[in-house]
């Protein structure tokens, strides 16, 4: 009797009919439960970047977003579909990611009192803080939400007045057009010190950035400095492989042995890089290098030794010293500067050369008045400086450093990158190419098949 039934050709139709409603409740029912997308795209054009991904997950607290936009743009057509779909990356990973809409033309009175100049701009507020936005792309909103999440004002400081690299310089001697600009973007205000004029170091400084002098310090200056060590200060000095010109006594204040020389690392001359660059692969374990894999590039690094033996022991044992970049393993350092050109294979000197490897940065920190006082030492200052800071992760690290100097670990690693690039661009002969395989091939080859086909079922 069933056999009889299944076999009747309603009865299979309805039987198929209930299966498929069946297979569809179900999985709408597991659709709304749980929720799985993937970016399958080339570039990934629809997912955000794992940094961003970080910089969300640590903001404590609703993200409000006041669109000030029209319903229709004259260039762009739609532009709140444009922002509410942008935005709706940001909403999958931050459930409390609030999107307002206020037409400026129905309600000037909001947009006067919100200072709104363009149609589409902006307002994002996190923490009683806001900023106004009038483009808008991954790393430009990651780094507002980044500067708005400094609950506090953080003020980077650097020595000036003796030919030292500018924070924010433009030369490419200087530290300002990739480095410094980085820091500004992450909430850091940047300003110079002249120890020649100012009575004392400011206090609100978070981080001083010190690095190479081209002419001698005064000892007023230098007393300055050495003060504002001994009151908890947190430092970052970038020594290169020059004359201190005065600084010798900071070394000493710290307990640094600064040998003469420039490390020769192999592994840089088989990348074709110049014999005087060092490499940075491996890092040991700090905060610093938290889940840091990226390589860095130090051009004639000078090697940083700890003084275990100090002769003046004042308050040097409470340092705790940490290295952070180790280099030239199968290298060496070298007291005599070979030609800095990509190839040369310079030799390693038995009598006047060390082997490696050979330690060029290094981290300190210690308890004093209540507070962690942190300071950073690299044995190089090219590596940030706008010349070199492109390469690799030398950005990267240099702002873990300053964060970490500044107490701001949460935001270690935590950088915006570059906006995707999603265009593509064709020459001439290729959009002819495209256009007649679309245009002539394709539809000649569908009619050649649909005329065979036609043939064969007459013959």
Do not use: C
């Not at 009175?109 to 307002?123: D, L, P, S, Y």
């Not at 206090?203 to 081209?214: A, D, E, F």
């Not at 593509?424 to 539809?443: A, C, H, R, T, Y």
Request: aromatic share 8%.
């Amino acid at each position: 009797m069933l056999r009889k039934l299944f076999k009747t050709h309603t009865l299979r139709n309805l039987l198929f009919v209930l299966i498929l409603i069946g297979v569809a409740s179900g999985l709408g029912y597991l659709a709304s439960r749980y929720h799985v997308q993937r970016d399958v795209t080339y570039n990934t054009i629809n997912s955000l970047e794992p940094g961003s991904i970080e910089v969300l997950k640590q903001l404590d607290g609703p993200v409000n977003i006041t669109v000030y936009a029209t319903e229709q743009d004259e260039r762009l057509g739609d532009i709140r579909k444009i922002i509410r779909d942008f935005l709706s990356l940001y909403q999958r990973y931050k459930s409390d990611f609030n999107l307002v809409f206020i037409d400026p033309s129905k309600d000037e009175e909001k947009a006067r009192a919100a200072q709104i100049r363009f149609n589409g701009e902006m307002v994002v507020e996190f923490g009683g803080r806001s900023e106004h936005l009038t483009k808008i792309n991954e790393p430009i909103l990651t780094s507002t939400l980044l500067r708005l999440a400094h609950t506090r004002d953080q003020t980077v400081m650097y020595l000036d007045g003796h030919g030292e690299r500018k924070l924010d310089g433009i030369a490419n001697y200087d530290l300002g057009a990739l480095f410094g600009a980085k820091l500004k973007q992450n909430g850091f205000h940047i300003s110079s010190l002249n120890l020649a004029l100012a009575q004392e170091v400011p206090g609100n400084v978070s981080v001083l950035v010190v690095t190479q002098p081209q002419l001698d310090l005064m000892r007023g200056e230098v007393d300055k400095l050495l003060r504002y060590v001994e009151r908890g200060g947190n430092l970052l000095w970038l020594v290169d492989a020059e004359p201190l010109h005065g600084l010798e006594r900071l070394a000493e204040k710290l307990d640094l042995l600064l040998p003469p020389g420039i490390v020769i690392d192999p592994a840089a001359s088989g990348m074709n890089a110049p014999a005087t660059w060092s490499l940075g692969a491996t890092y040991p374990p700090h905060t610093i290098t938290r889940n840091f894999n990226l390589i860095t590039a130090f051009p004639s690094a000078r090697p940083l030794i700890w003084n275990e033996n100090p002769l003046v022991s004042d308050d040097s044992k409470n340092w705790q010293h940490n290295v952070l970049v180790e280099v030239a393993a199968r290298g060496w350092v070298s007291r005599s500067k070979p030609n800095d050109k990509p190839g040369d294979k310079p030799r390693f000197d038995k009598q006047h050369d060390t082997p490696g490897p050979a330690v060029i940065a290094m981290a300190l920190q210690r308890r004093i008045n209540d507070r962690d006082q942190r300071i950073v030492v690299v044995g190089n200052g090219a590596f940030l400086a706008n010349s070199y800071a492109g390469n690799g992760g030398n950005i990267d690290l240099g702002l873990n450093m300053v964060n970490w100097l500044a107490s701001e670990e949460r935001f270690i690693n935590l950088q915006p990158r570059a906006a995707k690039d999603s265009s593509l661009v064709l020459s001439k002969l290729q959009l002819e190419i495209i256009s007649g395989i679309f245009l002539l091939f394709l539809p000649l080859l569908l009619a050649g098949a649909g005329i065979y086909i036609w043939r064969k079922r007459r013959a």
